[in-house]
Every structure is written in structure tokens, then in C-alpha cells.
């Protein structure tokens, strides 16, 4: 069966998707239709932290789905509940809402701040350069025209602030001010880290103007940079928190976290998702909690991340075409002086997978748990399709 000829008969086309069939995934490996082997290091999109069909989530999803799938939120799990307890655990005094994606998070996140504004306050300040998703109110919040400009009109209360530029930031502060969403890693913006000084000072200004502060986690949680959630790199404490990607490691979720401050402002009725937090996602979250403390994730991630930044700066001053790195634990973006489309399908060739990203950036973002030699063979194989350019 000619698998990309049914994509192109009945699959809508909203996806350049590149590269052969995949059948099958183990670790940091993917194999072909024909059996040939390629090495992830950017699986599942920033998802599969634990990598590709981890034996212990396999196990507990065959596990929980035997004993219980789905249930609606208007009656008692107890998976939801320990998971929505490990994630407050883990964090700040806050409630959790469950939902499926990073958007539907993002959503849930502005009305929260519209709820917060009472009206007279509505306007969410987001920045230039993010990405929060695609639904209408997480595509009106995204800094990037590209995205948005075919769609319009888009949802209104939304302002643009340059990001890691404080002093912008507050011009665009008025009375009707509500929040301010940001990510502490710009992802598909290009893999850009926030300032300490900046974030801490926003931090203050937020608190001291009673500005509700977003962290949008969704590529950053899950022990990605080093931290288990990213904002505790910067010693501050978000109002809401929203994950996804990591937190499932491929199974869909998210989760609005929302501090203890404000949670009292939505009631029943105000919001739901059917599928949000069913107990087998809820379950293999709990797992994936788990996996990480006893597989000391967070330390591995740490050590890993230290090599790749060594081992890409190396390749920094080889190559005259890479402007920057960028790296934050196991989220590195390489900044080119030319195109990264070609730098990704010459990987491809290769057998690597990589992103990306922003026109000129090749994102990697690797399983938390890649062996180191799987690491090394990867950065190699990367070296050799620089070569070509
Ligand atoms: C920071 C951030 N927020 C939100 C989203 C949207 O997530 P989803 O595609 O699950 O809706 C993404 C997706 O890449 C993201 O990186």
C-alpha cells in the first residue's frame, strides 16, 4: 500500500511533511517501511521527552486501559486527582485544569484573564516572536504574522511586546491590562531564552500592578531545560502555568495550573473539555512524574545538555555559517547565516532527525534519556551534513 498516496487522497493538506513512512520507534530510534534506522533528536516535536514507545508507559497504558479509559469530569477519578496533586506537588499552591493540547490550554489561560479583569481589564500582552497555538485565541496571542494574517479578523485584546525588552513591555501596559503571557524559551520563535533580569523585573513590575503572569510551558516543562519546570530557572512564580507536550511524553494532554490567588474565579459552567484528563492519559502522567524522579532525569538532562552546548560551540567555530547557539539543558537552536530548510533534509538524508525552525534555526531537542553515544553519533552525523553547505 502506497501510504503517502492515501495522505494525498484523504488527508488534509495543512502538513509539509518530508522523509519516508515510519513504522516504528524505539528510544531515540525510528524505522522506516524498510526497515531502516533514524536517529531522533527531536522527537514527537518537543513531546516524547522519554522517547519513542518507552516499555514502562507501553506497560501502564496496556495496565489502565484495562481497567478504566474514560470518564466525564462531571464524576470522581482518581487518576485525575493524583496527577492534578503531583503537578501542585511539584510546583506552586495552585488548582489544575485538564485539557488535550497546548491551545486548548492557552485558551482556557486568556479566559481566566478576561475572568481576572472583570470586564474593565481584558487586554493580554503577549511577544513578538511567540507561539502559543492555533486556535482562534491562541493564534491571536502568537507574535508571528505569518501565522495569522490569512485568518484575520482575529480575536481582539491582544498586544505585542519585543520580547527580552522590559522597557517595551511596560510601554504597553495600560489600565485595560490584564496579563501578560510569555514563554520562557521562545520555541518555534527560534529557540530564544529569556533574560534572567529581564523575566525577574517583569516578574516585580507584574506583581507590584497586579498584571497576572502566563508562563506558557508547554516546550519548556517536563524537566526539558534543566529544571523540572523552566520558570524555576528564574526565581519567580507564575500565576498560571500551562503544559502540554512533555507532560503526556505522547500521549495528548495539558494542564492549566492555575495559583491558588486566583483559582477561586471560575465556577461550574464556566469552562470544560470532555476529554481532558481521562484516567489512562492521567495514569501514564503520573508515570512519566515517575520515570523522571527515579531515572534522575532532571540530573541527566543537566549533563547531556552540558555536552551538546560544548559539542555545538565546536562546531561553531568550524563552521563560519552558524551565527549563534542557544541551548538551555536539552533545548539547543542553532542560529545559520543561510536557509535551515536544506541543513534539515541533508540531515534527513542522513538518517537524523532535527527541526527547523524560524527560516535560518535548526532546533534540537532530544529525548531527556538519550544514551550519551547515541548523543555523540548524533551530533556527528549533524557535522557531516554541515559540510555539504
Ligand atoms: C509554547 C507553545 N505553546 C503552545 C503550543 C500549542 O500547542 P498545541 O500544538 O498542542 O496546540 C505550542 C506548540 O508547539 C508551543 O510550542
Known amino acids: 500500500m502506497d501510504i503517502k498516496q492515501l495522505y494525498k487522497k484523504y488527508s488534509l493538506n495543512t502538513y509539509t511533511r518530508l522523509g519516508p513512512v515510519f513504522l516504528k520507534g524505539k528510544g531515540s530510534f525510528l524505522w522506516d517501511q524498510n526497515r531502516r534506522r533514524y536517529l531522533d533528536l527531536f522527537p514527537g516535536w518537543g513531546v516524547s521527552i522519554l522517547g519513542h514507545s518507552h516499555p514502562r508507559l507501553a506497560k501502564i497504558i496496556a495496565r489502565q486501559a484495562k481497567c478504566l479509559i474514560h470518564l466525564p469530569n462531571n464524576l470522581f477519578s482518581v487518576e485525575q486527582?493524583?496527577?492534578?496533586?503531583?503537578?501542585?506537588?511539584?510546583?506552586?499552591?495552585?488548582?489544575?485544569?485538564?485539557?488535550?493540547s497546548g491551545a486548548e490550554a492557552v485558551e482556557g489561560a486568556v479566559k481566566l484573564s478576561r475572568l481576572f479583569g472583570k470586564g474593565s481589564r481584558y487586554e493580554v500582552i503577549t511577544m513578538k516572536n511567540s507561539f502559543h497555538g492555533r486556535t482562534f485565541g491562541a493564534l491571536s496571542a502568537t507574535g508571528q504574522k505569518k501565522y495569522k494574517e490569512v485568518f484575520k479578523p482575529l480575536v481582539p485584546g491582544f498586544k505585542e511586546a519585543r520580547f527580552n525588552d522590559f522597557c517595551?513591555?511596560?510601554?504597553?501596559?495600560?489600565?485595560?491590562?490584564?496579563?501578560?503571557?510569555?514563554?520562557?524559551?521562545?520555541?518555534?520563535?527560534?529557540?530564544?531564552?529569556?533574560?534572567?533580569d529581564y523575566v525577574q523585573k517583569l516578574y516585580a513590575y507584574c506583581k507590584a500592578k497586579n498584571i497576572l503572569l502566563i508562563i506558557d510551558e508547554v516546550q519548556t516543562g517536563m524537566a526539558r531545560t534543566g529544571k523540572l519546570f523552566c520558570y524555576q530557572n528564574y526565581g519567580i512564580m507564575p500565576d498560571i502555568m500551562i503544559l502540554s507536550k512533555g507532560l503526556g511524553a505522547g500521549v495528548p494532554i495539558s494542564a492549566i495550573v492555575v495559583s491558588n490567588r486566583i483559582s477561586g474565579l471560575i465556577k461550574p459552567g464556566m469552562h470544560a473539555s470532555t476529554f481532558g484528563g481521562s484516567p489512562l492519559i492521567c495514569r501514564?502522567?503520573?508515570?512519566v512524574f515517575d520515570i523522571i524522579e527515579m531515572d534522575g532525569i532532571i540530573l541527566k538532562t543537566v549533563k547531556s545538555g552540558k555536552y551538546l552546548n560544548e559539542r555545538l560551540q565546536a562546531l561553531k567555530s568550524k563552521f563560519s555559517f552558524i551565527k549563534q547557539?542557544?541551548?538551555?539543558?536539552?533545548?539547543?537552536?542553532?542560529?545559520?547565516?543561510?536557509?535551515?530548510?536544506?541543513?534539515?533534509?541533508?540531515?534527513?538524508?542522513?538518517?537524523?532527525?532535527?527541526?527547523s525552525t524560524h527560516g535560518n534555526v535548526i532546533r534540537i531537542m532530544p529525548a531527556l534519556n538519550i544514551e550519551q553515544n547515541n548523543l555523540t553519533q548524533g551530533i556527528d552525523i549533524f557535522e557531516e551534513a554541515l559540510k555539504r553547505f
Do not use: H, W, Y
Not at 501514564?284 to 508515570?287: K, M
Not at 533534509?345 to 527541526?355: A, G, H, Q, S
Open 325 to 355: 547557539i542557544r541551548i538551555k539543558g536539552l533545548m539547543a537552536g542553532i542560529e545559520l547565516d543561510i536557509e535551515s530548510l536544506p541543513v534539515f533534509k541533508k540531515c534527513l538524508e542522513k538518517k537524523l532527525i532535527v527541526n
Open 168 to 196: 517595551d513591555f511596560k510601554r504597553k501596559v495600560t489600565a485595560k491590562t490584564a496579563a501578560v503571557m510569555l514563554e520562557l524559551i521562545q520555541g518555534e520563535g527560534g529557540v530564544n531564552v529569556a533574560d534572567k
Open 81 to 100: 486527582a493524583l496527577l492534578a496533586k503531583k503537578i501542585v506537588d511539584k510546583s506552586f499552591p495552585a488548582k489544575v485544569f485538564f485539557a488535550n
Open 284 to 287: 501514564v502522567c503520573r508515570e
